[in-house]
């Protein structure tokens, strides 16, 4: 029956150390060696890249407006990391590479990308210093882009945060104003030639006693009208009454003055005197009374005649009066159509006078503000960057770090060691005869080992 035996080593000395190593000599070896390796491949594989260093310097404190007074100021860290920041900004990168593209052109070279990831700025120090770099394989390129970063930041400083005199606005709002005034009194101008416009106040006037004139003369014409009718009609019934006395006593009434008629009137009446003498006289078919009549009768008929012309006269004089009339009411009716336009007339002139007014204001605003700005520019300093360091010389940006290819094979050999003594720790075999002889308690003869090594 074969007996369990508890191996219980001593600890060895240096033939047992190195015994483990010569066994576990694959474990060290390939953790170094894949190591080693590893770290060579990986600094290998990193470029040459060559850095160029400028200087610029802010001076600190910014005008809210040209207009005030004061400063106003951050504290140091927070106007340093926003530089930094806008710095590494795509808006100066921007403007960066537009530079950058123009200066190649203009050389005939190709155009070359400025990489965002390579611009790199910081403080120095606690002061209002900022270095700015850029990293490139080629240290022409490298020295070129900084130097296009660093006008770039500085064109972009100066135009966007600092107060320039605005000369440009001042112009274009001017400008603008100017345009706008002259537009208004343009279309003033105009209203009033397509209206017949000169002085509303005056017109106003002279149309309202133009229209009251216009009504007394209506109303004077309507009463003669209305006189000229009632005679007209008076004449008329009186031409249509058989008795020649109505006749005569119609055409004496309204035509007294008229000589002719008078006369005729006369005349007509003495004859029907002697008419009514001579039938008294003579038979009904004598010749004296005969001519006497036919007299007569010509007589009315002359008179009759006289009055119907009279009749055509005062209806042309009615006509004429009545067309009067009408000249009249067209014209009272153009006054008042006038008087109608003039609230509208007035409400719109009224509108471009105070259009007008406003940008009179505006423009004399804007003058006097230029004048304060230019001399507020003139007196106070600005928040400015200048350029402390050019863009300096490229130097070789190392990419490979030698410490570490040189502490991880170190490491890996310790790691390796350990791993091997590990490993060979929990291998409970028998591994050499003297390991043999303390678990036994037995000496050893021989072993196969040794004396296949003596046979040979």
């Known amino acids: 029956m074969q007996e369990t035996t508890t191996l219980k080593k ?11 190593l010569f066994r576990r000599r694959w ?21 040459l890249f060559y850095e160029s260093t400028g200087k610029v310097i802010l001076k600190r404190g910014m005008r809210d407006n040209l207009m005030q007074g004061g400063l106003r100021t951050m504290s140091w860290e927070e106007e340093l990391a926003s530089e930094v920041e806008t710095i590494q900004s795509g808006a100066v990168v921007a403007k960066a590479q537009e ?15 400025i990489a965002l990831d390579r611009v790199e700025a910081r403080v120095m120090g606690e002061s209002n210093v900022i270095a700015m770099s850029y990293q490139d394989r080629n240290p022409e390129i490298a020295l070129e882009v900084t130097d296009a970063l660093m006008q770039a930041y500085m064109a972009y400083r100066r135009n966007e945060y600092t107060l320039q005199f605005p000369k440009e606005f001042f112009d274009s709002e001017v400008a603008r104003v100017s345009s706008e005034l002259e537009h208004w009194r343009a279309q003033r101008q105009a209203y009033m030639s397509a209206t017949g416009t000169v002085d509303l106040a005056v017109e106003s006037r002279a ?15 309507e009463r003669d009208v209305a006189e000229r009718r009632q005679a007209l009609a008076d004449m008329r019934a009186a031409l249509k009454e058989p008795d020649g006395g ?12 008229d000589a002719v008629i008078s006369e005729l009137k006369t005349n007509l009446s003495e004859a ?10 003579y038979v009904p078919q004598s010749r004296e009374l005969l001519q006497m009549k036919s007299q007569v009768v010509q007589m009315e008929a002359q008179l009759a005649a006289e009055v119907n012309s009279r009749v055509v006269m005062a209806e042309s004089q ?80 190392n990419q490979r770090d030698y410490v570490r290819l040189a502490l991880a094979p170190i490491f890996s050999l310790i790691i390796g060691l350990g791993l091997a003594f590990f490993i060979d720790g929990l291998d409970a075999t028998l591994k050499s005869p003297r390991e043999t002889e303390e678990a036994l308690e037995l000496p050893v003869l021989a072993s196969l080992t040794e004396h296949k090594e003596r046979r040979a």
């Open 10 to 20: 001593a600890p060895g000395g240096a033939r047992d150390f190195l015994a483990v």
């Open 27 to 47: 474990i060290i070896g390939s953790i170094f060696a894949v190591t080693t390796l590893t770290v060579v491949a990986i600094n290998l594989s990193q470029p």
């Open 99 to 113: 530079a950058y593209d123009a200066q190649r052109m203009a050389k005939g070279q190709p155009k070359v990308k």
């Open 207 to 221: 149309d309202k006693e133009f229209v009251s004139q216009q009504e007394g003369e209506l109303a004077r014409i």
């Open 246 to 257: 109505a006749v005569a006593l119609m055409a004496g009434g309204t035509q007294a003055s």
């Open 272 to 281: 029907r005197v002697r008419y009514k003498e001579m039938e008294t006289i």
């Open 318 to 397: 009615l006509r004429a009066l009545e067309a009067k009339a009408a000249q009249v009411r067209l014209a009272r009716a153009q006054g008042e159509s006038r008087l109608a336009t003039y609230p509208s007339r007035t409400a719109r002139l009224s509108e471009i006078e105070m259009r007008i007014a406003a940008l009179t204001r505006n423009y004399e605003d804007l003058s006097r503000a230029s004048a304060q700005a230019k001399i507020a520019k003139a007196t106070s300093p600005d928040w400015t960057v200048d350029l402390l360091t050019p863009a300096g010389r490229p130097y070789a940006k």
